[in-house]
């Protein structure tokens, strides 16, 4: 599809969002011109609301979208982002606090150096991530269980594993909140833009896009993933390649991106653990992988038009006065429309192919 | 040039034509699939529609089921102006077809498959007494508790036909029908459209086969590159006329230059089976005890009717199939040709060159070098007369035999000293199944052991320098005669263990 296309079909899927989005507002008694306003300031319409609220938000969904997009071009659908991700965040604070690098701990003022201590908070989030992901490939593997069943169950108890651990062993020191202790500052991921949010969470995204790009397209590793997921009986019989651990280890992968997503929105924004700290980001993945064609570079860009769309949801609660649950209704409607769009124009493009 | 007449628009009867289509044109996007191709299907016949692999038949087909909207052109059904915009609109029309590819649900019985796209509550005793009742009525035995992923090619296909029956269709199209079938099954089949076709009802038999056309239709049609080029009764043609006004004036290999039957087997062993069972995941012995060696540079051929095993034994010379019992020697890789290319062979969505990139992948470390794995395919597919644009388009633009010859240049592209290859002309037309067939020689001549297994058997005496024949996972040596083959193909020839 030519660039132009893309163009002309995110245009068609812009004008349709932002009529549905004023129809919406309409039916339920809100100003549209108000609503569309705030939805407009909050996401791109100033610097602010771009550097510091889309772009930081596109960073843990790129991420969870480069784990969704390779675990379906390995043939398997990873419904389970979003535990994977609860699980990356989890095991970052539990490391941090074992570091002692919260505030208050052991390491504030000397201890292990936070050169240190970020990567192994980044790593530890990955491979929590990535063991997530593996009970489900092990399940199918094993005994047959869809993953599509399997990751979402384990998208239940991490939330509520989270909810357990925050209220008992990684509460904060005061025992007040249901969260854990902060992450000390040297431990934080350094912002990229001074006077924004914006961290280096977005370089450690497009780094890993391009190496994911770069392996899928030219290396064996990649190429036969590929083939597992376009046809695995070809895979075995053609190419001799043992299908299953191929779909294991993409699909662990797969649960390492989107722990490390966790792990990154831990340590470059909320600084501490607690319940709420995804807003569905794992499930709004699945859709920017599938935007993006489940290319790794459209899944950068694609991660941004999503971060917009929850910025300015945010900033149309906020500023606007919608409450809520219409906001999150709206989203959902504006994903639908974005996808069925995307859909439609590409089988117009395959019946003009063929 | 073109010896096409316009169709009449009734048959010398006077009846109304069971199926008329007059000059229907189809373009998708910008290739012409067909245009000028013209069918006239009189009732009470049985109508051959013949052309190479690509000539358009099956599109034709298509467009009368209301699949595909033709650009241009008229057609009628039974004298009243026809054009079905969905398989439904077909149905309800009186046609029925049945595909080359089956649409049956592996995990349903006959009667639930047959019963599909019904309406009404579904009970299944009473479906079954259903399809029992109508598979007595129109000869086509059946099991209906019979679950599809059970059932043989043979059977899913007669279940197939039943379930276009079970909507009382009266024109049948049938796609290739005898291209999955076992000899005498085919010829079983063939008979039962005969019959089928005498009280007033057609069928449309879409074949390249020439002599199943000759044999049993009453006329024929032959396309060539989507425009109707011969329209006549069969009694006025001959296997000559066909072949030309299907491949053009070309002149035509029939045969195949082959060494002497008794081919030199002082050469070494390159696949050496001894005491080797195969257990499926169902407990049954498919492979049973079978000692085998197969010499470099020698052909040999498995004869077998199906589901006797063979399938399981390719694959364990192959290296695809780990044996339950007993020892295979065999070199690290041997070039594995099988019956389904589409689901085991290729990649359909995937360019050429990775395709090509297919062999060996398990192994392969580090980068892929595409340019040079681009330049191995170019060369490739040259050296196998693979008709493509270039080693960069889609597996899915090539013809059926044009991804045929490029599985056996790829499989045979490093000189492999083994090839076990399966149904390797399945489904191509003539002048493919030649160089499918002058490639797997040129290889035994090249060095390689070559194992096959057709389940045309003329096909496999043609190819093999030795045969075997497999019955109830079990080998039998036989002499290189057709006669004793075809019986220990069936078992009525105990006396075959002689060799």
């Given at each position: 599809m030519t660039p132009a296309r893309r163009a002309g079909i995110a245009c068609v899927a812009a004008i349709g969002g932002v009529g549905a989005l004023a129809l919406l507002l309409a039916v339920f008694g809100y100003s549209p011109a108000d609503g569309l306003l705030a939805f407009w300031r909050g996401s791109v319409g100033t610097s602010y609301a771009l550097w510091s609220a889309t772009l930081v938000r596109a960073i843990p969904l790129s991420l969870a979208g480069l784990g969704v997009a390779l675990a379906i071009r390995g043939g398997r659908l990873n419904v389970g982002a979003e535990g994977q991700l609860l699980a990356g965040a989890t095991a970052g604070a539990l490391v941090a606090q074992l570091l002692g690098a919260v505030e208050g701990g052991t390491a504030t003022g000397g201890g292990m150096s936070a050169a240190l201590t970020t990567p192994i908070v980044l790593i530890a989030g990955a491979l929590a991530g990535a063991a997530w992901a593996s009970v489900a490939a092990w399940l199918r593997e094993r005994f047959g269980v869809l993953e599509v069943i399997s990751t979402i169950m384990l998208n239940f108890i991490a939330v509520h594993l989270v909810g357990a651990l925050v209220r008992g062993v990684l509460q904060e020191p005061t025992r007040v909140y249901p969260q854990s202790a902060t992450l000390a500052a040297a431990a934080r991921l350094p912002v990229l833009v001074p006077t924004t949010r914006l961290h280096a969470g977005a370089l450690l995204a497009i780094t890993l896009a391009a190496l994911l790009w770069w392996t899928l397209r030219y290396t064996a590793l990649g190429f036969r993933v590929r083939v597992v997921g376009e046809s695995a009986a070809a895979a075995a019989s053609?190419?001799?390649?043992?299908v299953a651990r191929v779909a294991v280890m993409s699909f662990a992968v797969s649960g390492a991106l989107a722990g490390l997503a966790g792990a990154v929105e831990y340590a470059g924004v909320t600084y501490a653990l607690y319940e709420n700290l995804s807003p569905g980001y794992g499930y709004t993945a699945i859709a920017v992988a599938l935007l993006a064609r489940l290319n790794p570079l459209w899944v950068i860009a694609s991660g941004v038009l999503f971060g917009a769309l929850q910025a300015g949801g945010a900033a149309m609660q906020r500023d606007a006065g919608v409450p809520a649950t219409l906001v999150q209704m709206i989203e959902a409607i504006l994903i639908i429309a974005i996808v069925l769009v995307d859909r439609a124009s590409r089988r117009r493009a395959a019946e003009a192919g063929t | 040039m073109s010896t096409h007449r316009e169709p009449p628009p009734r048959s010398e009867s006077g009846l109304p034509l069971a199926l008329a289509i007059t000059d229907v044109r189809v373009a998708f996007g910008g290739t012409v699939?067909?245009?000028?191709a013209s069918l006239a299907v009189r009732p009470g016949t049985v109508h051959a529609l013949l052309g190479e692999n690509g000539a358009g038949k099956t599109t034709l087909m298509r467009v009368a089921f209301g699949l595909v909207a033709p650009d241009a052109g008229t057609m009628h059904r039974a004298g009243v102006p026809y054009a079905p915009r969905t398989p439904r609109e077909a149905i309800a029309a009186g046609l029925g077809m049945v595909f080359q590819h089956f649409s049956l649900v592996p995990a349903m019985t006959v009667a639930e498959n047959i019963a599909l796209g019904g309406s009404g509550a579904f009970d299944p005793q009473r479906e079954a007494r259903r399809v029992r009742a109508l598979a007595e009525r129109t000869g086509l035995a059946i099991d209906p508790t019979l679950r599809i992923a059970e059932a043989s090619i043979g059977m899913q296909q007669r279940s197939e036909i039943l379930k276009a029956l079970s909507r009382d269709a009266s024109v049948l199209m049938l796609d290739e029908p005898t291209a999955v079938l076992a000899p005498q099954d085919a010829a079983e089949l063939l008979q039962w459209v005969r019959r089928f076709a005498r009280d007033g009802r057609a069928v449309v038999l879409v074949t390249h086969r020439l002599q199943d056309a000759l044999a049993v239709s009453d006329d024929i049609t032959v396309l060539r590159r989507g425009r109707t080029v011969l329209a006549d009764a069969a009694e006025r043609l001959d296997e000559g006329a066909l072949a030309r006004a299907m491949v053009g004036e070309a002149s035509i290999q029939v045969d195949v230059p082959r060494v002497?039957?008794?081919?030199?087997?002082?050469?070494?062993?390159a696949l050496r089976a001894r005491g080797v069972s195969a257990i499926d995941a169902t407990g049954r012995t498919r492979v049973d005890d079978v000692d085998l060696d197969v010499h470099a540079g020698e052909v040999l051929g498995v004869a077998a009717i199906e589901g006797e095993g063979q399938h399981e034994l390719l694959r364990l010379l192959a290296g695809r199939l780990r044996p339950s019992r007993g020892s295979l020697e065999r070199p690290p890789v041997v070039a594995f040709v099988p019956e389904d290319r589409h689901r085991?062979?290729?990649?359909?969505?995937?360019t050429l060159t990775e395709n090509f990139a297919l062999r060996e992948l398990g192994t392969r470390r580090g980068r892929m070098p595409w340019s040079a794995l681009a330049a191995q395919t170019t060369t490739a597919i040259d050296a196998f007369d693979v008709r493509a644009p270039g080693a960069d388009v889609a597996m899915r633009t090539l013809s059926g035999g044009n991804q045929q010859k490029f599985v056996l240049a790829r499989e045979l592209a490093d000189r492999p000293p083994a090839l076990v290859i399966e149904n390797p002309t399945r489904g191509l037309d003539i002048r493919a199944a030649d160089a499918v067939r002058a490639a797997i020689r040129r290889a035994a001549d090249d060095g390689t052991a070559v194992v096959v297994h057709s389940g045309d058997l003329d096909e496999l005496l043609l190819m093999a320098d030795r045969v075997v024949v497999m019955t109830r996972g079990r080998l039998l040596p036989v002499t290189r005669d057709r006669d004793t083959i075809a019986r220990a193909m069936i078992g009525t020839a105990p006396s075959a263990r002689t060799a």
């Amino acid at each position: 599809m030519t660039p132009a296309r893309r163009a002309g079909i995110a245009c068609v899927a812009a004008i349709g969002g932002v009529g549905a989005l004023a129809l919406l507002l309409a039916v339920f008694g809100y100003s549209p011109a108000d609503g569309l306003l705030a939805f407009w300031r909050g996401s791109v319409g100033t610097s602010y609301a771009l550097w510091s609220a889309t772009l930081v938000r596109a960073i843990p969904l790129s991420l969870a979208g480069l784990g969704v997009a390779l675990a379906i071009r390995g043939g398997r659908l990873n419904v389970g982002a979003e535990g994977q991700l609860l699980a990356g965040a989890t095991a970052g604070a539990l490391v941090a606090q074992l570091l002692g690098a919260v505030e208050g701990g052991t390491a504030t003022g000397g201890g292990m150096s936070a050169a240190l201590t970020t990567p192994i908070v980044l790593i530890a989030g990955a491979l929590a991530g990535a063991a997530w992901a593996s009970v489900a490939a092990w399940l199918r593997e094993r005994f047959g269980v869809l993953e599509v069943i399997s990751t979402i169950m384990l998208n239940f108890i991490a939330v509520h594993l989270v909810g357990a651990l925050v209220r008992g062993v990684l509460q904060e020191p005061t025992r007040v909140y249901p969260q854990s202790a902060t992450l000390a500052a040297a431990a934080r991921l350094p912002v990229l833009v001074p006077t924004t949010r914006l961290h280096a969470g977005a370089l450690l995204a497009i780094t890993l896009a391009a190496l994911l790009w770069w392996t899928l397209r030219y290396t064996a590793l990649g190429f036969r993933v590929r083939v597992v997921g376009e046809s695995a009986a070809a895979a075995a019989s053609a190419g001799g390649i043992d299908v299953a651990r191929v779909a294991v280890m993409s699909f662990a992968v797969s649960g390492a991106l989107a722990g490390l997503a966790g792990a990154v929105e831990y340590a470059g924004v909320t600084y501490a653990l607690y319940e709420n700290l995804s807003p569905g980001y794992g499930y709004t993945a699945i859709a920017v992988a599938l935007l993006a064609r489940l290319n790794p570079l459209w899944v950068i860009a694609s991660g941004v038009l999503f971060g917009a769309l929850q910025a300015g949801g945010a900033a149309m609660q906020r500023d606007a006065g919608v409450p809520a649950t219409l906001v999150q209704m709206i989203e959902a409607i504006l994903i639908i429309a974005i996808v069925l769009v995307d859909r439609a124009s590409r089988r117009r493009a395959a019946e003009a192919g063929t | 040039m073109s010896t096409h007449r316009e169709p009449p628009p009734r048959s010398e009867s006077g009846l109304p034509l069971a199926l008329a289509i007059t000059d229907v044109r189809v373009a998708f996007g910008g290739t012409v699939a067909l245009d000028g191709a013209s069918l006239a299907v009189r009732p009470g016949t049985v109508h051959a529609l013949l052309g190479e692999n690509g000539a358009g038949k099956t599109t034709l087909m298509r467009v009368a089921f209301g699949l595909v909207a033709p650009d241009a052109g008229t057609m009628h059904r039974a004298g009243v102006p026809y054009a079905p915009r969905t398989p439904r609109e077909a149905i309800a029309a009186g046609l029925g077809m049945v595909f080359q590819h089956f649409s049956l649900v592996p995990a349903m019985t006959v009667a639930e498959n047959i019963a599909l796209g019904g309406s009404g509550a579904f009970d299944p005793q009473r479906e079954a007494r259903r399809v029992r009742a109508l598979a007595e009525r129109t000869g086509l035995a059946i099991d209906p508790t019979l679950r599809i992923a059970e059932a043989s090619i043979g059977m899913q296909q007669r279940s197939e036909i039943l379930k276009a029956l079970s909507r009382d269709a009266s024109v049948l199209m049938l796609d290739e029908p005898t291209a999955v079938l076992a000899p005498q099954d085919a010829a079983e089949l063939l008979q039962w459209v005969r019959r089928f076709a005498r009280d007033g009802r057609a069928v449309v038999l879409v074949t390249h086969r020439l002599q199943d056309a000759l044999a049993v239709s009453d006329d024929i049609t032959v396309l060539r590159r989507g425009r109707t080029v011969l329209a006549d009764a069969a009694e006025r043609l001959d296997e000559g006329a066909l072949a030309r006004a299907m491949v053009g004036e070309a002149s035509i290999q029939v045969d195949v230059p082959r060494v002497a039957a008794d081919a030199d087997r002082t050469k070494p062993v390159a696949l050496r089976a001894r005491g080797v069972s195969a257990i499926d995941a169902t407990g049954r012995t498919r492979v049973d005890d079978v000692d085998l060696d197969v010499h470099a540079g020698e052909v040999l051929g498995v004869a077998a009717i199906e589901g006797e095993g063979q399938h399981e034994l390719l694959r364990l010379l192959a290296g695809r199939l780990r044996p339950s019992r007993g020892s295979l020697e065999r070199p690290p890789v041997v070039a594995f040709v099988p019956e389904d290319r589409h689901r085991d062979a290729v990649v359909l969505d995937a360019t050429l060159t990775e395709n090509f990139a297919l062999r060996e992948l398990g192994t392969r470390r580090g980068r892929m070098p595409w340019s040079a794995l681009a330049a191995q395919t170019t060369t490739a597919i040259d050296a196998f007369d693979v008709r493509a644009p270039g080693a960069d388009v889609a597996m899915r633009t090539l013809s059926g035999g044009n991804q045929q010859k490029f599985v056996l240049a790829r499989e045979l592209a490093d000189r492999p000293p083994a090839l076990v290859i399966e149904n390797p002309t399945r489904g191509l037309d003539i002048r493919a199944a030649d160089a499918v067939r002058a490639a797997i020689r040129r290889a035994a001549d090249d060095g390689t052991a070559v194992v096959v297994h057709s389940g045309d058997l003329d096909e496999l005496l043609l190819m093999a320098d030795r045969v075997v024949v497999m019955t109830r996972g079990r080998l039998l040596p036989v002499t290189r005669d057709r006669d004793t083959i075809a019986r220990a193909m069936i078992g009525t020839a105990p006396s075959a263990r002689t060799a």
